[in-house]
């Protein structure tokens, strides 16, 4: 048996002798809700199911504390039913207490919304989604750790450090991403932001904290679960975003993405698999160098750990900077060429008279 099956074994057989503990002193099931995304056709409600304990009562110090976050108790194979625009549609928490439902023909126009989660012994909550309109012909895909947020990820004793003990106000955005992202905002109102990071679910609420707090756009953030899978003791980052693109470029596929991440990680190689398999769905990719000091943070050497100027790695656009406000300049560049090609499919075709 191999040591992931193992862990997974363990991991399984722990929770559900704290499930069934936590039920007999009175917990009941606690639901939590994601900002999902979708489409005129149809919508990714998401969101996740924990047990609670009615009696306890948060403290300011553990509510602005990560590590608490980390210490859950996942109902899993619940019955759950949500509520879009009138329609529901029944589903079950998987063996971690998530849930991803689909809804479809939920009438519902672009924008925000809100729709309405429920589950048996659980007060019910309501949730949002964002329906991206098809009259926006792109959108942003952006990492998070050391790309909006300093994290110097994926060393794991800062890392820990930042995601379970630092307060979120103390946390610190990367200099000049948040005007990036807002001149990029301004410049298409309707254009969605969606956030791709390989930093674990419990952190949501710290992370939309963050970004209102510093003026991020609103966007949903799509996660991963840290913990054993099939093939490893830890899932992987580079698949999990592989995955959540390629289900982007399926939801909305009239629309190219600018995919915005850093080089203290892997981001210029998925992101370049990416632009090289699906060229006709990336306009650009836009990449924020770590300096010598984060690099040897994030993970032990002084350069990056991929080489987004390495040759063939991109067919498409590639820009670069230290900063949001390097990418901004860089990016003001090429942007009426992005805008120009991602609009003209929209363009009437001329007739020819003569």
Known sequence: MALSDIARKIERATNKAALERTTRKGWTPELTGYAGYGNTEFVH??????????????????????????????VNNLDVRVTVNGKTVHGRTNYNGYLDILVHEHGLGAGW??????????????????????????????????????????????????????????????????????????????????YLSTGAWN??????????????????????????TPTGLFRSGQEHKRVQLRNLFIAFPWMKWLLIGDDGQHDPLTYGD??????????????????????????GSLGPLADANEEGSFSIPLIQGGSGSELAAQMHKIWAELEAEAFAKDAPESDDVE
């Open 45 to 74: 409600v998401l969101g996740r199911v924990l047990m609670h304990d009615p009696a306890a009562e948060a403290t300011e110090t553990w509510a602005q504390r990560g590590y608490r976050q980390f210490f859950t108790i996942q």
């Open 203 to 228: 952190t949501y609420d710290t992370l939309v904290s963050f970004m209102e707090h510093n003026g991020f756009p609103r966007g949903p953030l799509l996660l991963t679960d840290w913990g054993p």
């Open 113 to 194: 919304h809100e729709v309405v989660i429920e589950a048996d012994g659980a007060e019910p909550i309501t949730s949002e989604v964002l329906i991206v309109s098809e009259d926006s012909p792109l959108g942003v895909v952006s990492d998070i750790d050391d790309t909006v947020m300093v994290t110097w990820l994926p060393r794991a004793m800062t890392a820990a450090w930042n995601s379970w003990v630092k307060r979120t106000n103390s946390r610190q955005p990367v200099e000049g991403m948040a005007r990036f992202y807002q001149q990029l905002q301004e410049q298409h109102p309707e254009m969605p932001f969606i």
């Open 274 to 299: 990416a632009a090289n398999e699906h060229p006709d769905r990336v306009a650009a990719v836009a990449i924020r160098n770590l300096s010598p000091q984060e690099q040897l943070l994030s993970h």
